[in-house]
């Protein structure tokens, strides 16, 4: 049953997508172009048994790849600089000390931090190394890939040893 207000699917509509296709246009581009959600170009595309090539969408996929690392790796060194320089400060051997007293701001200098601040700042050490080692984790995959395509030949494997035994034992198998 057709959406309340949506718009039926014409030959027109066909046409239209068969010839931007044939232009080489993608799904989303032509989805704009009819104006049409991009799931109704797919159903029609499936439809008229027409397909798209995915070298562009792998390439842009592995480029935005590319991008994410490097965003991530800026972030993770920016975080490592913070934590540094938060470390530096409680290292001081002066610290200047801000409190409001009787609605006055007053600044004075103590040889240790109070250890509220000392533990505000040791929190916020321990929250930019801690995300910044997060970051570090998803830039390397540690051998995942490797470990993911391992699976799927051993998934393949023995799905053509079942078909195998399936076919030569025709009804043993479960």
Avoid: W
Wanted: include cysteine; aromatic fraction near 2%.
């Amino acid at each position: 049953m057709p959406r309340k207000g949506a718009r039926p699917v014409t030959d027109q509509t066909k046409a239209d997508v068969r010839r931007l296709h044939a232009e080489g246009l993608s799904r989303n581009a032509i989805a704009r172009q009819l104006e049409r959600s991009p799931r109704t170009v797919s159903v029609i595309c499936e439809e008229l048994g027409l397909s798209f090539d995915r070298t562009a969408t792998a390439a842009a996929t592995q480029a935005a790849a590319v991008d994410a690392r490097a965003r991530r790796t800026q972030i993770m060194e920016r975080l490592y600089d913070q934590a540094e320089k938060i470390l530096a400060r409680l290292e001081r051997q002066d610290h200047r000390v801000r409190e409001v007293s009787f609605g006055k701001v007053v600044t004075y200098q103590v040889e240790e931090l109070p250890a509220q601040d000392v533990r505000n700042l040791m929190v916020a050490v321990s929250t930019a190394t801690t995300q910044a080692a997060k970051l570090e984790a998803l830039n390397s995959d540690n051998g995942v890939a490797d470990a993911k395509s391992m699976l799927g030949q051993l998934a393949a494997g023995l799905t053509a040893a079942y078909q195998a035994m399936d076919t030569e034992g025709a009804g043993d198998a479960p």
